[in-house]
């Protein structure tokens, strides 16, 4: 039995990847269970509805595919607290280098993918045997679920 993970989750859906919510993720008998730290509704995905279950490679991240009410859904579990996920602010000043004068521009978007990319491979690679476990373990409750 693997112990509970403190992990952030996202839903990766318009208009919901904006935030992260910090919590407890455990592996219950029959779905994989999500304690918020805060006052949110705890969430539970069931072993049958997982179709797919997957770590992001060189990053700190449980992707799971599961359905719920005829829909699919994606829900990411990062077990580092993931990078800002917004855009950069428009009104946000940000130091730009590299040039030859140095000015208070807007960060470019690709250079905040850049960083955050950055910064998931660097936690990813020590969280990466954690990771290995649940996925794998998380992958063997769906099979055992579907009778394969």
């Known amino acids: 039995m693997l112990e509970p993970l403190t992990v952030w989750k996202v839903e990766l859906a ?9 919590g407890t993720l455990t592996l219950g008998a029959d779905a994989l269970e ?11 995905i069931g072993y049958a509805a997982i179709t797919r279950a997957k770590r992001l490679r060189l990053s700190a991240v449980l992707l799971v595919r599961w359905e719920s009410d005829g829909t699919t ?6 077990l580092a607290q993931p990078p800002p996920l917004a855009p950069p602010d428009p009104g946000e000043a940000g130091l730009r280098t590299g040039n030859m004068r140095v000015g208070f521009l807007r ?3 690709r250079g905040q993918r850049r960083r955050n990319t950055a910064y998931l ?3 990813g690679a020590d969280l990466k045997p ?6 794998a373990e998380v992958r063997v409750r769906v099979r055992a679920t579907r009778g394969g």
């Open 14 to 22: 318009h208009g919901l990847a904006h935030r992260d919510v910090a």
């Open 107 to 109: 960060p470019t978007k």
């Open 73 to 78: 859904r994606l829900t990411a579990f990062y």
């Open 130 to 135: 954690a990771l290995r476990a649940w996925t």
């Open 34 to 44: 999500f304690e918020a730290d805060e006052a949110a509704a705890p969430m539970h």
């Open 121 to 123: 491979a660097y936690t």
